[in-house]
């Protein structure tokens, strides 16, 4: 089975517990703390793998979770770091988050890699909190979450030259006549519902990879029929086949076909419209044939070439496969990224985001948020006293209780964060 699109649940490994603990030798009096730090938790990383050619492995797992660090120990030993989660994916594999539709990353090559979902941070542990003050703390840190996200998976198939053109031209005759590639073809009507991937060589032994891809319809753009099933994978291609029948025992008229096809193409992708393009004009061993060839000629107009073949008799399948192959010695390799990558990934020099946010709750509790103040919260052990007292003094030091009394805070009110409730004392 052919998948080309999944939605999955990648999480990386939570950051491993920082460590209360004191040196207790017999002849050291006093050792002083000697709690290490936690590991860092695996981060979620995807390669390509040039073997294979399908998101079929991700039919079967739908969430993918690094490990996490391992805890602090005593005599001030750091937690081991847990190693990332790799998984293969073919080349041509582009991860958008589910929510935001952004992409993260655009994976082509053999071997590159990208980090979708970053393990979190170790907490420390008490040796690192020793101060001329407090020289036995009783303070550590819990490990940070792992970030944790949906995303898409799509595959967009890395092919030199797409076959495109309406249902029954012809395409997977073409290319099961030019490759070895195995699609099926019959004498009935029907479209190829996956594509197919094949190997072109032609006489002077130039090679490219040629993909049968689903026959559009009227209305693919907006995603009628296979829709956007078909038109992702020809995103990736450099040179376009456009297969028309030129036989007319369809009842369509060629021209029409060939306006239509080139009308959803450029729906879909403005791009598209510029992509170089090749006619080949098939059936051409059927009576008519000749023509309704010269009367697209004429509508089309002379500048504009047009490869009369036949695929039952292989009549002019040798010029064509040597244009194709001239044409595509012509284009560069399609190193663009296919679409705009997700900001995250960009560095930028930009006014830092407010530590926390307050808002009113229906049941009248403040309501603290914010990625700063969260994760601080997240990483406060609340078992010590020490720890606690600390998290207060954070607060405080960020303008908690300051802009709590500009909302009106008084003796008693709750203040909510994330889950948990506290009581507001001024």
Do not use: C, W
Not at 22 to 42: F, H, I, L, S, T
């Amino acid at each position: 089975m052919f998948v080309d699109q999944v939605k999955v649940f990648v999480k990386g490994g939570d950051g491993g517990n920082g460590l209360v603990a004191y040196r207790r030798e017999k002849y050291v009096p006093m050792g002083g703390p000697a709690g290490g730090d936690g590991g860092n938790g695996g981060d979620v990383v995807f390669e390509v793998d040039e073997g294979l050619n399908t998101l079929m492995d991700f039919r079967y797992q739908h969430h993918f979770k690094a490990k996490r660090g391992e805890n602090g120990m005593n005599q001030k030993q750091h937690g081991k770091n847990s190693d990332a989660l790799v998984v293969s994916v073919p080349p041509g594999t582009t991860v958008k988050d589910a929510e935001t539709e952004r992409v993260i990353a655009d994976l082509t090559e053999h071997k590159q890699r990208a980090v979708i979902a970053k393990g979190g941070r170790g907490g420390r542990g008490n040796a690192r909190f020793a101060t001329a003050r407090n020289r036995a703390p009783e303070i550590a840190e819990n490990g940070e979450p792992g970030e944790e996200l949906d995303v898409v998976v799509e595959l967009k198939l890395l092919a030199d030259v797409g076959l495109v053109g309406f249902p029954s031209v012809g395409k997977s005759t073409l290319l099961s006549t030019v490759t070895a590639a195995k699609p099926k073809v019959a004498d009935y009507h029907f479209t190829t519902l996956a594509p197919n991937l094949g190997v072109v060589e032609s006489q002077d032994q130039r090679s490219f990879v040629m993909a049968d891809l689903p026959g559009l319809i009227e209305g693919a753009h907006e995603g009628v029929g296979l829709g956007h099933q078909f038109l992702r994978h020809v995103e990736r291609t450099r040179l376009l086949l456009h297969v028309i029948d030129m036989s007319g025992l369809e009842g369509r008229d060629p021209y029409e076909d060939y306006v239509t096809i080139n009308h959803e193409l450029s729906s879909y992708d403005e791009r598209l419209k510029d992509r170089p393009q090749i006619i080949v004009a098939n059936k051409m061993d059927l009576p008519d044939s000749a023509d309704h060839l010269e009367m697209f000629r004429e509508q089309i107009g002379p500048d504009v070439d047009i490869y009369p073949i036949s695929t039952a008799t292989r009549e002019g399948l040798e010029d064509l496969l040597y244009a194709v192959a001239d044409k595509l010695d012509q284009l560069p390799k399609n190193e663009d990224p296919i679409e705009e990558m997700d900001e995250r990934v960009v560095y930028k020099f930009e006014k830092e985001e407010a530590p926390f946010k307050i808002t009113r709750a229906d049941d009248g509790a403040y309501v603290l948020y914010g990625e700063k103040i969260e994760s601080l919260f997240k990483r406060t052990d609340f078992s010590t006293d020490q720890s606690i007292n600390r998290f207060a003094r954070q607060m405080r030091g960020m303008g908690v209780d300051e802009a709590l009394r500009e909302r009106g805070a008084k003796d008693g009110d709750t203040v909510r964060l994330m889950e948990y409730e506290f009581e507001f004392v001024d």
